[in-house]
């Protein structure tokens, strides 16, 4: 059966957020709980079918068996769903990422995304011209982000996201140290713990903007949008960072055109769960 409203679910390591999503009209509706601590698979299950039943109540029967877009932390095995990392939801480790949720909201079609990949399709979605080549880059606790080339979002193969904030901005002796053992990372330079320790200033500026020279020469976008809780905070950011990409030299490629990001960062996770899983619910089966 062919839909045009799916239910989006974006798992955070704080809060869980759920959201009716219709194909042209975006996000209709959204709820939200605190996610239990670690994320027991007891817990997680009842609070997603707890929210779910929530919103079903509040818009009417006709979502009673629509598809399920869920936005995962983590990395999980692609094969069989099983969750292998999750730093901030230990418990999930070694879980069955589609078996819990098929139990959770049982009898709805449930698609399984990279919750960065799901929030740069919304971000991208949003856009007023959508550009063939893309980049989401999100700045918050981490830093984190992914592209979209040729109008296909560019997952992971491992079943999580691809970690943009370790490219390397920084080569100096005395560049910040990086939770991946390496130094000068983007992440150990501009997320929100390292700009409170070493202040928003020029240096984290150039750092910003390294970071996306390095970006515009792996995916050559035409837009790298950027979001996160660090940009609704400090904005000036993506002004500075985008003046100081333009004087880089050695350029090879065209400067792409950056941008904030059009969507709030706590509502882009859900409605690109919620939107992916239209569109993979409505794609035919692959041919034998």
């Avoid at 839909?3 to 809060?15: E, F, K, L, N, V």
């Avoid at 936005?71 to 999750?86: F, H, I, S």
């Avoid at 919304?122 to 080339?149: H, M, N, S």
């Avoid at 940009?231 to 090879?252: F, H, K, M, N």
């Amino acid at each position: 059966m062919a839909h045009d409203i799916a239910i989006g679910i974006d798992i955070g390591g704080t809060s869980i957020r759920v959201g009716l999503v219709k194909a042209r009209r975006g996000l209709l509706t959204l709820r939200k709980a605190a996610t239990p601590v670690g994320g027991p698979p007891g817990g997680l299950r009842a609070t997603i079918t707890r929210l779910v039943s929530k919103l079903v109540q509040s818009v009417g029967p006709h979502v009673a068996s629509t598809p399920v877009g869920v936005a995962l932390p983590g990395r999980w095995r692609p094969a069989d769903t099983v969750m292998e990392v999750a730093v901030n939801l230990p418990a999930l480790q070694g879980v069955n990422m589609r078996e819990l949720f098929e139990s959770a909201l049982p009898n709805r079609p449930i698609h399984l995304f990279p919750d960065v990949s799901a929030a740069a399709y919304a971000q991208w979605r949003a856009l007023d011209t959508p550009p063939q080549r893309f980049v989401y880059l999100t700045i918050g606790t981490g830093v984190g982000g992914c592209a979209i080339l040729d109008g296909r979002v560019l997952d992971s193969t491992t079943g999580g996201p691809a970690h943009l904030g370790h490219l390397v901005v920084d080569t100096s002796p005395d560049a910040p140290q990086c939770r991946c053992g390496a130094r000068g990372c983007l992440e150990a330079c501009v997320c929100g713990p390292a700009l409170e320790r070493l202040g928003v200033n020029e240096m984290a500026v150039r750092r910003l903007a390294v970071g996306l020279q390095q970006l515009a020469h792996l995916f050559v976008p035409e837009v790298i949008a950027i979001g996160g809780g660090v940009i609704a905070y400090r904005p000036e950011l993506v002004d500075g960072a985008a003046g100081v990409l333009g004087t880089l030299s050695g350029q090879l490629v065209p400067t792409p055109r950056i941008c904030r990001a059009p969507l709030p960062s706590d509502e882009a996770g859900v409605i690109g769960a919620g939107l992916r899983a239209l569109e993979d619910n409505t794609r035919p089966p692959a041919s034998a």
